[in-house]
C-alpha cells in the first residue's frame, strides 16, 4: 500500500537560517507524483513544490528544493533562508497512480521559526 | 481570479443531524475531490468528482455522500453525524481528472465541530 511517512513532529530553525523537512514514501508504482504543501493555521492547504517519479532533476521554487532520492525513497523539502511567516504546519503528500488525483498525506511537521 | 471557495467556513452540528458542505472550484477547473482533515493529522481522501461522476472513493461509510453539479461545484453531504467526524473538511479543485505537477489547489476548509 501506497503511504507517506514524516517523522520529525516538530522543528525550530533560526530565522534567515535552512532547514529540512524529511518525507519517506513507499510505493509499488513506477509513475507518481509527490508535493508539499503548507498548512497556516488558517487551514488552507498551500502548495509549495512538485516533483514527478521521472523527473531527472530535484525541484526548485523559489526558496523551496526538494531533495529527491528516488533509491531511498525520499522527498525531503529544504526551505532557504527561513522567514518567520514560514512558521506553519507542512505536508508531503504523493498522488497515487495515473487513474485518479487522490493524494496521500503524511502526518505532518510544525515547523517553528524562531526570531 | 478567485481560487477555491468553501462554505461554510465553521459549523456547529449534534450527533445524529445531517450536514451539507458546499465547493465552488477555480473557474474552469472540473475536478473536485474531498478530503477529512482530523486534529493533529494529515487530510484523507473521500471523494473524487470529475465531470459530475464519482471517480474515486476512499475509505468512509455510506452516510458520506457527495455530488457534482453542472458547474462543476460540489456538495458533501454526512448523515448521522458522530463526534469523531469533527474535523476540517478540504476541498481540492483540479484542472483534470489526472493531474500533474501544480494542478490541486485547496480551499479554506470547513471546520465542522460534532457536539
Known amino acids: 500500500a501506497q503511504k507517506i511517512t514524516q517523522t520529525q513532529p516538530g522543528m525550530f530553525v533560526q530565522e534567515k537560517e535552512a532547514v529540512t523537512l524529511d518525507c519517506t514514501y513507499d510505493t509499488s508504482d513506477q509513475s507518481y507524483g509527490l508535493f508539499w504543501y503548507k498548512q497556516p493555521s488558517s487551514g488552507e492547504m498551500i502548495f509549495l513544490i512538485y516533483q514527478g517519479s521521472y523527473d531527472e532533476q530535484n525541484a526548485t521554487e523559489g526558496r523551496y528544493s526538494l531533495n529527491f532520492q528516488k533509491a531511498r525513497k525520499s522527498a525531503n523539502l529544504v526551505i532557504s533562508a527561513s522567514q518567520l511567516g514560514d512558521s506553519a504546519m507542512y505536508f508531503c503528500?504523493?498522488?497515487?497512480?495515473?487513474?485518479?488525483?487522490?493524494?496521500?498525506f503524511g502526518s505532518g511537521t510544525r515547523l517553528l521559526v524562531r526570531p | 481570479d478567485a481560487g477555491v471557495t468553501q462554505s461554510p467556513t465553521h459549523l456547529i452540528k449534534t450527533r445524529g443531524q445531517q450536514v451539507t458542505l458546499r465547493c465552488s472550484p477555480i473557474?474552469?477547473?472540473?475536478?473536485v475531490s474531498w478530503y477529512q482533515q482530523v486534529l493533529g493529522q494529515g487530510p484523507q481522501f473521500i471523494f473524487q468528482?470529475?465531470?459530475?461522476?464519482?471517480?474515486g472513493r476512499g475509505n468512509f461509510p455510506d452516510r458520506f455522500s457527495a455530488r457534482q453539479f453542472p458547474n462543476y461545484s460540489s456538495e458533501l453531504n454526512v448523515n448521522a453525524l458522530l463526534l469523531g467526524d469533527s474535523a476540517l473538511y478540504l476541498c481540492?479543485?483540479?484542472?483534470?481528472?489526472?493531474?500533474?505537477?501544480?494542478?490541486?489547489?485547496f480551499g479554506q476548509g470547513t471546520r465542522l465541530t460534532v457536539v
Open positions: 473557474s474552469g477547473h472540473k475536478s
Open positions: 503528500a504523493m498522488r497515487e497512480g495515473r487513474s485518479s488525483y487522490k493524494l496521500i
Open positions: 468528482y470529475y465531470e459530475k461522476e464519482e471517480r
Open positions: 481540492a479543485s483540479s484542472l483534470n481528472m489526472v493531474g500533474g505537477g501544480t494542478e490541486a489547489f
